[in-house]
Nanobody, 115 residues
Framework: QVQLVESGGGLVQPGGSLKLSCTAS????????ISWYRQAPGKQRELVAS???????NYADSAKGRFTISRDNAKDTVYLQMSSLTPNDTAVFYC?????????WGQGTQVSVSS
């Protein structure tokens, strides 16, 4: 079955950096677009970045210039390198893959930005 496991979240000061990882199993990883979403308290889940099987990337405006998504198909893992973090980036970050119209999600990893 499809499984996505996020890791790498934590507490970081404003201006700091974090690198999130999403390790996948149960499907042919290299053939699918993998996305990172986030959900802040009281807000809807929103797309942060995605990476296609071709390596083409897409970013939300809020992530452009600060976040970098990448993938290692040999490790079935997608990464989200985040820098210049602000308190507005505080959220639970989720990994996502869509297969045949069905969305699969990981359990999420908490990112908190605070001094």
């Amino acid at each position: 079955q499809v499984q996505l496991v996020e890791s790498g979240g934590g507490l970081v000061q404003p201006g700091g950096s974090l690198k999130l990882s999403c390790t996948a199993s149960g499907f042919h990883f290299r053939s699918y677009t993998i996305s990172w979403y986030r959900q802040a308290p009281g807000k809807q889940r929103e797309l942060v970045a995605s990476i296609r099987s071709s390596g083409i990337t897409n970013y939300a405006d809020s992530a452009k210039g600060r976040f970098t998504i990448s993938r290692d198909n040999a490790k079935d893992t997608v990464y989200l390198q985040m820098s210049s973090l602000t308190p507005n980036d505080t959220a639970v970050f989720y990994c996502n893959v869509r297969q045949s119209g069905t969305d699969y999600w990981g359990q999420g990893t908490q990112v908190s930005v605070s001094s």
